[in-house]
């Protein structure tokens, strides 16, 4: 049997709030993902699922509970975590003034990786992705679907074990959903560890190997799709998700303020940080600063 990619075991984050108080975004979440699998984290906005995600990317620090990705625990070991994981947020942001080409090669040698080896890279994710005709487009000039495959292929480009995407199709077209959702696909053909937040659910049916139902900070329920239905006497996955929930239940609702503003406001909330950039995607975090973009930028204009 493989060893699992991510293991997450009784993994809680507590957030403290002065007007509400203690928060459970995360509330005792075990859970573990193989190689080859792609692995559903489904629930509605607000349920727990970004923050779970943030932990597993080292964005977060557990308040309990372990987790660990590639065989390396995201407290202890957190550098050589994010060398294995490639983590897509919602918020994920691009610089305007570079073109999908220099976005990726500025990344590429963020992560360590030679020009050479960052060109052939580039050209597979491109092809994979179909970017070859705004490959050399500024990305202010782009639409919603080429932001998020300028935003997936930038997340890749050192070409992790571990992907981890949190809702990658929201806001996108029909066509600029099927081509992520087969991309990912092609994800677990080649072996990677994938974890796919959502709350599409026709994306679970059509894509998971296995799914986990998150509502109001808990794991309710999880298994194969086939495995769901059986046991919860339903085909579809909206009536098997109400089932687990329960019809009627506020929680999700009521999570979806609490849990939203307790991982956007990392400042306020997560043990005294000091800046919401401890919330931002791992690849953001470690480009905060402007001036690189800028430079290549200015280079690529004849600005001195």
Avoid: W
Wanted: aromatic share 4%; with cysteine.
């Amino acid at each position: 049997m493989q060893k699992a990619m991510i293991v997450a075991q009784n993994l809680s984050k507590i957030f403290h709030d002065k007007k509400r108080g203690e928060i459970r975004a995360v509330d005792d979440v075990s859970f573990s993902v193989g190689p080859g699998c792609i692995h559903g984290l489904l629930g509605a906005n607000g349920a727990g699922k970004t923050t779970a995600l943030r932990m597993l990317a080292t964005l977060l620090a557990p308040t309990s509970g372990t987790a660990s990705v590639a065989g390396f625990d995201v407290v202890r070991e957190p550098e050589k975590v994010r060398a294995n994981v490639g983590f897509m947020a919602t918020s994920t942001a691009l610089y305007g003034r570079l073109t999908a080409r220099e976005t990726l090669v500025y990344f590429g040698r963020l992560n360590g990786l030679a020009d050479a080896e960052i060109a052939a890279r580039i050209g597979r994710l491109s092809a994979e992705l179909g970017m070859d005709a705004f490959l050399d487009r500024r990305v202010d000039k782009f639409s919603t679907g080429m932001k998020q495959k300028v935003s997936i292929a930038r997340t890749l480009i050192h070409d992790p074990a571990v992907m981890i995407f949190d809702e990658p199709t929201i806001g996108l077209d029909v066509m600029a959903a099927r081509s992520i959702v087969r991309f990912i696909r092609g994800c677990r053909e080649r072996g990677k560890t994938v974890v796919y937040s959502t709350h599409v659910m026709s994306e679970v049916e059509k894509l998971c190997d296995r799914v986990g139902i998150v509502h109001g900070g808990k794991l309710l329920a999880e298994g194969s799709v086939p495995e769901l239905r059986e046991r919860y006497g339903e085909q579809d996955m909206e009536e098997i998700f109400m089932r687990v929930v329960g019809e009627g239940n506020d929680d999700a609702g009521n999570n979806d303020t609490t849990n939203n503003d307790a991982t956007n406001n990392g400042a306020a909330n997560n043990g005294g940080g000091n800046s919401d950039a401890e919330n931002d995607d791992a690849t953001s975090n470690s480009v905060a600063n402007n001036d690189a973009a800028n430079e290549v930028a200015n280079e690529r204009d004849g600005v001195r």
